[in-house]
């Protein structure tokens, strides 16, 4: 039987992977401060120390601090001690076993023209610290030989950030977005959990992972606030005072280093333009994203 190490298995993405491996017959050892849904608890916390990675054959990396903080030191400090300094103790521990480092596509530079990103698209120009930690704790993971992976925005049950957020500023019956309709790449967390159990035998490197094809963003929203029996009208603000408003609100935040305002820069960012991750890479290994954002709605719907 083959053992599998799971950081992280207390959040949201790594209880799918830890759950879906022992239901695939894996032994699991859940990696981390919480215990996960199955298997074993090994304690560790990523950033003091290095974890015992013994009798593991291979190991899916979930764990990471994760948000949208305050510009600063302190919030950038505290992402560093995880996102770099916990996969560098990490890879010490794993010590040639192979890793499946899950990274995110916000390491990817923003801005327009992010229409068909592949893998080769600069990882730069970061408008916060998660992206920035990200893509340091990846650099390291890809000089180690592991094999990384690239989801956007992945949603599914339990999950804590993505949908919580968008509907918590549904306000009387209104939703505003920034600028007007874009496309825009989205994981299912199942998708996810796939490619994180397939991928320990792909060649090492960076590979996009997102749902077979893009949403229009405002009809992706409609769906999900439908999921969630959410009445609630879509309005839009221009980009560029959606812009200036974010901007505004980091700064007002900064006296609170950890806090995380309720609209930033890079939320600005990941929703007014165009971001389409292509995923051939992936496939090419044989993954198949099987699962939609409508099959979510219909599992809701019908649950
Ligand atoms: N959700 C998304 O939309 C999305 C998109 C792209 C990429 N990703 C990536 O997917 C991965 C999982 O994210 P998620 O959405 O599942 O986040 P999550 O629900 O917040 O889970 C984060 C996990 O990391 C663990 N962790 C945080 N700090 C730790 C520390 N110091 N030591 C040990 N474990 C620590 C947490 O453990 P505790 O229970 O102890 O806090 C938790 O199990 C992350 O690498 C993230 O960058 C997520």
Known sequence: MTTIAVTGASGFCGSHVAATAAARGADVLC??????????????????????LSGADLVVHCAAAVGDPVPGRPAEAAMHAVNVDGTARLLEAAAGRPVVWVSSASVYAPGPGRTRITEDRPVRGHLNAYGRTKAAGERLALAAGAVVLRPRAVYGAGDPHLVPRLL???????LMLPGPSV????TAVENLTDACLMAAGWPPGAYNIADPAPYERDEAVRTVLRAHGVRARLGHIPLPLAWAVAGAAQTLARPRPLAQPRLTRYAVDQLAHSVVLDVSRAEAQG????????DYATALLSG
């Open 31 to 52: 990696v981390g401060r919480r215990p996960g849904p199955v298997g074993r608890h090994v304690p560790w916390d990523a950033a003091r120390e290095v974890p015992d």
């Open 168 to 174: 918590s500023r549904v306000r009387r019956g209104l």
């Open 287 to 294: 993954w198949v994203a099987g699962r939609t954002l409508e």
């Open 183 to 186: 496309r825009l790449s989205l």
